[in-house]
């Protein structure tokens, strides 16, 4: 059964950083893109970043303030939010799919999500 578990989430203030981790159980980690995704109440669930060995993707909104990074030995992928703003709060999720995509559908499994909150 695969498992992925976040942590990391908070409250900071406008302009702070927050490192997210994502934890799976998948032993086939590096074969897979772990995606990052985000959503806001009312709103859909967002592309945030994703990474597959040394790929990466990023959403237009969080280019050069967003990190994603891997630590394959531990089965864990990070995403390091700098320069955080207050639209950028939001429920963060990590999910697996097996190939690099920005489309929530292609991802089948998903954790439970970590709350971020910026405030102003």
């Known amino acids: 059964q695969v498992r992925l578990q976040e942590s990391g989430g908070g409250s900071v203030q406008a302009g702070g950083s927050l490192r997210l981790s994502c934890v799976t159980s998948?032993?086939?980690?590096?074969?897979?893109?772990v995606g990052w995704f985000r959503q806001a109440p009312g709103k859909e669930r967002e592309f945030v970043a994703a990474?597959?060995?040394?790929?990466?993707l990023y959403s237009d909104s969080v280019k050069g303030r967003f990190s994603v990074s891997s630590d394959n030995a531990e089965n864990t992928v990070y995403l390091q939010m700098n320069n955080l703003k207050p639209e950028d709060t939001a429920v963060y999720y990590c999910?697996?799919?097996?190939?690099?995509?920005?489309?929530?559908?292609?991802?089948?499994?998903w954790g439970q999500g970590t709350q971020v909150s910026v405030s102003s």
């Open positions: 999910a697996r799919c097996p190939h690099l995509s920005t489309d929530y559908h292609q991802y089948a499994y």
């Open positions: 990474i597959r060995w040394s790929s990466t």
């Open positions: 998948e032993v086939t980690f590096s074969s897979y893109v």
